[in-house]
């Protein structure tokens, strides 16, 4: 009983637990029913949150991506003006530095023709100390020569003085018997007292005439004396105000190059570049075992500068053919041209000159490519220039038209009607044509003597271009070859028939020869010069011109006994 009772109980309790559970159960998957429901709801809400959320985080991005690219843009443009600043603040960094480097080198240009100055004023002065010297030497011989003639006029204004005294007492007396003598001419000559003093008068006119006279000339050799101390005393202040630059090399040029690859690339296949090179510029281009180098050699400056100009060119862009050459060459000639019109206008602004026509001005620049004896044209002018104004000033003269006189006045030399006729001549005539003052133009035609000197200003130019071309160094020309060739002229004229004396003046310049009056006719005397020029001609070099004068003269001699 109580057995069947436990298992009931526990079938109860068992079915109760099941029931339970299964209750339990139930509800659960009720609950979680509800829960996924719940769940889901909350998803789908969390879901459209999020995509609000989502529209609105990308609104707020796109706002904010915007406006960090509108200050992005903003910087962006901020940097690329700083960057154009600093380009340009580096644009004039470099112009400046540029600037700064051509003003150092032409400091160094200037300080090392200041050395050159230098070098050569030390020489001056060493030759000025040797003069001074000798000058005090001879100052103390006329100290000496003074002395003794003080004294020698002491003893004599002592002897005056005692002449004076013994002239005065004497003067008295005559005086007395002259107013005598008056009373008594008076009556002997039947002379008024008022007709005998206009007599006197006449006398003592004609007497005063002659000793004045006398004084004028003794003035005028004063003046003489003084005039001469004083051209000398210009010309040495001038000399000493101004040194002279040296002459540039007046027959090669040299061409730098980066390496010995060059050479054969500049000579080309069987040298055709060579031969091409030499016949557009008419140098003789030399390459040989010259190292880092290659020489340009001409006696012609001009040609000598566009060959070098040229080579450089073509070395730097190092397509070295004969069509090519043709191009760099013709290049070169029109860069050089511009050149010589700067150099003009340079050297104007250099010497403050100005109001000169533009042909002039490109004849004074094409000067830098011409010489004279070794010495450069231009330097010569220029220095010419300058010693005309120190001596126009010492003189109180216009030192500017002095040293426009000084400039022009070789310019007929880079002409080629210079080969005609003598460039003074037509230097003159173009000062003429373009508008010079006549004063100038009669400067540079008269330095040589072929016209007269109307003005002071024609003997100042004469004397400075002789003082810039005599100086020392000036002009390399050995004296054995000038002594050489004026010898060679006079020997030319001396052969021919009928000539007696020959001789070579004017430096070179001009051969005087003198015939026989009874072998040489007049009509042949012209025929004689014009064989002699033509044989000069031929037969010699020699720089300019020389003119050939024939004189025939008859001379009778009588003697009176």
Known sequence: MDGMQAVLLLLTFGAGLSIAWLISHLNARSTLNQARQKASSILTLAEEESESLREKVIIDAKSTLDHERSELDSNKAALNQEREALERDKRRLKLKSDRQRKKLNNRNRRLTKKQDVLLEATQIIELLQKESEKVNHQTEKLHTEVARLSKDASQRLDRLDAQKRGLDSREARVKALTHELVHKLEGAADLTQDEARQHLREELVEKAREDISLELVELRDQAQITAKEEACKVILTTMQ?????????????????????????????????????????????????????????????????????????????????????????????????????????????????????????????????????????????IQVANLCSIMASEMGLDSRMARRSGLLHDIGKVLQESNDQPHALVGMEYCKRYGEHHLICNAVGSHHDETEMTSLYAPIVQVCDAISGARPGARHIRRDEYIERLQDMEAIAMSFDGVSMAYAIQGGRELRVIVQYSKVSDERTRELAVNISTRIQDELTYPGQVNVTVIRELRKTSVAR
């Open 241 to 381: 105000r101004l040194a002279s630059d040296e002459a540039e090399s007046h027959s090669v040029s040299v061409v730098p190059i980066t390496s010995e690859d060059v050479k054969g690339r500049v000579i080309g296949r069987e040298g055709r570049n060579v031969i091409a090179f030499e016949a557009a510029t008419g140098v003789d281009l030399l390459v040989d075992d010259t190292p880092g180098a290659i020489v340009v050699s001409s006696f012609d400056p001009y040609r000598r500068e566009v060959a070098r100009t040229a080579l450089s060119n073509l070395i730097r862009d190092g397509r070295i053919h004969p069509a090519s050459i043709e191009r760099f060459v013709a290049k070169a000639e029109e860069t050089l041209t511009d050149e010589i019109h700067r150099t003009g206008e340079r050297t104007l602004l250099d010497l403050k000159l100005r109001g000169m026509h533009k042909e002039l001005v490109s004849i004074v620049g094409k000067m830098k490519y011409r010489t004279s004896y070794g010495q450069n044209l231009l330097n010569h002018s």
